[in-house]
């Protein structure tokens, strides 16, 4: 196997090789050469689960991590073995957490190798920052783990793609973390639209809006004793430790984040494209900027992305600076077809006539649990996936473009064929990255 750079594998190349070599990290402790059987779990056999990521929220309050923890803790055919964190201060709190909703409580770990080379273990499920998404994932399937992954699928564009790839060519159940898939008020929504209740649909319109401080100007410190900050980079080039960064901050650099786009953007932007039936854009272009505080905050603050796919149009706006206002749109994701509109809020939907007049109104319930329990299914008797990588994928990549096309100036556009980047070096080479000595990808 040979390393590869961001820039030394073509699409073409990897989905013509993937297939037969798998795909992993230049790290032989964690390579599983062995080919994996895709046979269901007998129901009567719970899940094991491992969980990469477990911080706390500032005011002690579970963070993603630790409430998935506890979710998975909570299901009759799930049961939590490990959780694991780089923060020393973390695994404890999630370890006597778990331990309230099983029989036995689980070992807290800050290496997550632990988990992968564990054979009892099932599943491995990815809380961590955007950047570790598509490596862990990789890991994941190449040692025999079913993965589910958090929000945005991945870091970049060709991770997701490698992502798609290792599920498949390793015969692996990969869930993504957009549990809105699984809402049944949403599903019946999609049906709504799919029927054809409000014609034939031409575009979408999503927002999102936060009030977020603002994360100053920070300055290179030493590592906090309870940080293992090296197991926190892992594939990212390294870079000084600084005191405004872990562990919520790391969103707004490139370096590690996504923006506010793959943050909380992509829960509504995969709601969107799902409603539209359309998977791959012919042009994309993201507007904005970071416009309400002086810091050092790299991505937009404030930003519009559109997205054209040929007779239909995708539009988000998000706005991280000031919460949601009575001059805001009281939904979430809007569709307007031929014949009238549906709008999503919250858990339900409401349909309109074309004359704007409310039809229908239609509550339901969210939740993690019912997410949960459908990766738990897939893996132990095939139940249909409501959200697997390779929907996750495309919709993150529209995230991806986005970033994309902010930080280039300019609208980028697709490859019909080949669903890259056409004619535009520079956006191009935004498609991967570069990675951290030791731990490249390879095929």
Not at 35 to 52: N, Y
């Given at each position: 196997m040979r390393k590869i750079t961001s820039n030394s594998l073509t699409r073409r190349t990897f989905l013509a090789t993937s297939s037969a070599l798998g795909v992993g990290l230049a790290a032989p402790r964690w390579w599983r050469s062995a080919?994996?059987?895709?046979?269901?779990?007998?129901?009567?056999?719970?899940?094991?689960?491992?969980?990469?990521g477990t911080s706390h929220n500032a005011d002690g309050g579970d963070g993603r991590g630790s409430?998935?923890?506890?979710?998975?803790?909570?299901?009759p055919g799930a049961e939590v073995a490990y959780v694991c964190d780089v923060d020393a201060r973390n695994v404890g709190?999630?370890?006597d957490s778990v331990a309230k909703k099983q029989s036995r409580a689980p070992k807290g770990v800050k290496d997550f190798h632990a988990i992968l080379d564990d054979p009892a273990v099932d599943a491995l499920v990815v809380a961590t920052p955007d950047h570790w998404h598509g490596p862990a994932t990789l890991l994941g399937c190449a040692a025999g783990k079913h993965v589910y992954v958090e929000k945005p699928a991945s870091h970049n564009a060709r991770e997701g793609e490698w992502m798609t790839a290792a599920a498949r060519d390793k015969k692996r159940i990969v869930q993504l973390g957009t549990q809105r898939r699984s809402w049944p008020g949403l599903i019946e929504a999609m049906e709504q639209l799919k029927s054809g209740a409000i014609g034939r649909v031409i575009s979408a319109k999503c927002y999102y809006t936060n009030g977020r401080l603002t994360i100053g100007h920070g300055k290179e410190a030493p590592v906090p004793e309870w940080l293992d900050y090296s197991l926190w980079q892992g594939p990212a080039p390294e870079k000084p430790f600084r005191d405004n960064l872990v562990h919520y901050?790391?969103?707004?650099?490139?370096?590690?984040?996504?923006?506010?786009?793959?943050?909380?953007?992509?829960?509504?932007?995969d709601l969107a494209r799902w409603g539209l039936g359309v998977d791959y854009p012919t042009r994309v272009i993201s507007t904005g900027g970071k416009y309400r505080y002086d810091d050092d905050q790299e991505t937009p603050d404030t930003n519009i992305l559109t997205c054209e796919f040929g007779d239909k149009l995708l539009t988000?706006?998000?706005?991280?600076?000031?919460?949601?206002?009575?001059?805001?749109p009281d939904f979430d994701v809007c569709f307007h077809g031929e014949k009238g509109m549906l709008a999503i809020r919250g858990t339900g939907y409401s349909l309109y006539d074309a004359d704007g007049k409310e039809t229908s109104?239609?509550?339901?319930?969210?939740?993690?649990?019912?997410h949960l329990q459908n990766f738990i299914n897939a893996i132990q008797n095939g139940e249909k996936q409501n959200a697997p990588i390779e929907e996750g994928v495309k919709s993150t990549l529209l995230c991806h473009l986005g970033n994309i096309s902010y930080r280039v100036g300019r609208a980028v556009k697709l490859d019909p064929k080949a669903h890259t980047i056409?004619?535009?070096?520079?956006?191009?080479?935004?498609?991967?990255?570069?990675?951290?000595?030791?731990?490249?990808p390879v095929v």
């Open positions: 080919a994996l059987g895709a046979d269901p779990v007998p129901p009567s056999k719970k899940i094991i689960v491992g969980v990469m409430a998935l923890a506890a979710g998975f803790a909570s299901l709190k999630t370890v901050n790391w969103h707004w650099f490139w370096h590690w984040g996504t923006g506010e786009m793959g943050n909380n953007g992509i829960h509504y932007i988000w706006e998000g706005r991280s600076w000031a919460k949601h206002t009575p001059l805001d109104k239609v509550p339901g319930v969210g939740g993690d649990a019912v056409a004619g535009d070096e520079e956006a191009a080479g935004l498609w991967g990255r570069t990675y951290r000595k030791g731990w490249e």
